[in-house]
């Protein structure tokens, strides 16, 4: 399969195109995480899957924080795919996959080390405490197989596949369902069986998809005979993607105080919470999808020099995303109690369940445009502003807002609230942001600093 470059022909149809690959494997990657709850949840216990839905947090903070980085890896790729950049692009690729191998084994290393104090740190009830804390451990030791995944995957979609990665994880999700499956109901290992049929599902993926860049006669192909490192390669991804990764891992970490306030109400308001969570991370994924689209279309358009047909990519993908999130939006409404049961058959769990669901579904359309923005952003190469403007939102003013709010209205209505508050605040500081076109110069001044370096290494 070749790479496909997104600097000619129909932007509508790039953009769809390239992103129902990205949705179909988003929510097969999504099956991991949900699977695991809806068989603990019915299988094993409430607290089991209380369990399961504190740990999102803290397993959001270290991944978010690297994939980040990956991230600002492939900005950096598919602006080189799209200059043409053979020698610059190999580079690129294969300095990215070193530094994941690093940095993989040491956040394995800190979430092994350090789930226990997490978990207490965010108030996790004594009942959940045992489960959780084995659940993230045997997580955090798969850990690598993840983050290898998702760059390598990343790397692919740099240079316009967005197919195979799809292929990979349909099958590891259907690995990790069967294991799921077998751990928990044939061999009766709770918790501790999800959670490993979780990993070796994630090995599997990362194992076909660095298979597939080895094999590869493209020039993005993976050559582990000769081995390419660009430490300025390095630090421009740095630039990129540290930003990126510093606003995921904080906004984990703060909703790690989030989930401290829901953990108040007791493990049936967790095990709702951890319900809905779940159904929300599925309805706001073409949203994520359309973004990740953006972020390789304005990339690799930029990096042709074509500004107009960049900036005509990110309106257009705003008008697909906030479409297909409002009739989503539509629907969870009819049905939400409904799927809220697929987790759970108690009735109190489905009562806290549904109040996250009224409480936050009105308000999706607002993750369209921060979403989007964001990755268009990142595709410039301007990382910052997103770091900042979503720090800004989801820390800063979500902690103030629950802080203060809290010791007004202890209710678990305004907790629930305090998230789409955030949505709206990121949303209007993004759009005026991008509006003022900064990022435009911050991309032609990066891109004239590698010019003069490549002119001098020559």
Not at 218 to 240: P, T, V
Not at 264 to 289: E, H, N, R
Request: charged share 10%.
């Amino acid at each position: 399969m070749k790479a496909k470059s997104m600097t000619q022909g129909s932007i509508w149809k790039h953009i769809i195109l390239f992103s129902i690959p990205l949705l179909i494997g988003n929510i097969f990657q999504q099956f991991y995480n949900t699977v695991d709850s809806i068989v603990v949840g019915n299988y094993v216990s409430k607290e089991a899957l209380a369990a399961v839905g504190s740990s999102g947090p803290i397993i959001n903070m270290l991944v978010g924080f690297f994939m980040g980085l990956s991230t600002g890896a492939s900005v950096v790729i598919s602006q080189y795919f799209g200059a043409k950049d053979e020698q610059r692009l190999k580079q690129s690729v294969q300095t990215s996959l070193l530094m994941t191998v690093g940095l993989g084994l040491i956040l394995t290393i800190i979430g092994i080390v350090f789930a226990p104090t997490l978990l207490r740190f965010m108030s996790t009830p004594e009942d959940v405490m045992p489960e959780s804390s084995l659940y993230l451990r045997i997580y955090f030791s798969g850990l690598l197989g993840l983050v290898i995944y998702n760059m390598a995957s990343g790397i692919l979609r740099a240079v316009g596949d967005s197919r195979r990665p799809l292929y990979f994880l349909c099958f590891s999700s259907i690995i990790n369902i069967l294991l799921d499956l077998l751990f928990v109901l044939v061999f009766h290992m709770g918790i501790e069986g999800v959670a490993y049929a979780t990993i070796i599902a994630q090995f599997a993926s990362a194992i076909l998809v660095v298979y597939i860049l080895i094999r590869s006669q493209e020039s993005y192909a993976l050559d582990i005979k000769n081995w390419l490192y660009s430490q300025d390669i390095l630090k421009r991804i740095f630039m990129i993607g540290l930003p990126a990764g510093i606003q995921q891992s904080i906004t984990a970490f703060s909703n790690i105080f989030v989930q401290g306030y829901i953990n108040a109400f007791g493990s049936s308001c967790m095990a709702g919470w951890s319900s809905y969570s779940k159904i929300d991370t599925f309805v706001i994924l073409p949203a994520q999808s359309i973004a990740l689209a953006s972020t390789t279309f304005v990339g690799q358009n930029l990096g042709a020099r074509d500004i107009p047909r960049a900036k005509e990519g990110t309106k257009i993908s705003l008008y697909i995303s906030l479409t297909t999130t409002l009739i989503l939006s539509i629907l969870l409404n009819v049905g939400g109690v409904t799927m809220l049961k697929i987790f759970s058959s108690e009735q109190e769990v489905i009562h806290y369940g549904h109040i996250f669901l009224k409480c936050c579904s009105p308000f999706y359309v607002c993750i369209c445009m921060n979403q989007i923005y964001a990755g268009a952003l990142r595709g410039a190469g301007d990382s910052t502003a997103p770091m900042v403007i979503m720090l800004f939102s989801f820390v800063v003013f979500r902690q103030i807002l629950l802080f203060i709010g809290t010791k007004i209205i202890n209710s678990i209505y305004f907790v629930a609230l305090s998230y789409p508050m955030g949505w709206i605040v990121c949303s209007l500081l993004m759009y005026i942001y991008y509006k003022k076109e900064r990022w435009l110069s911050i991309f032609l001044h990066a891109q004239d600093t590698t010019d003069t370096t490549t002119l001098t290494q020559d």
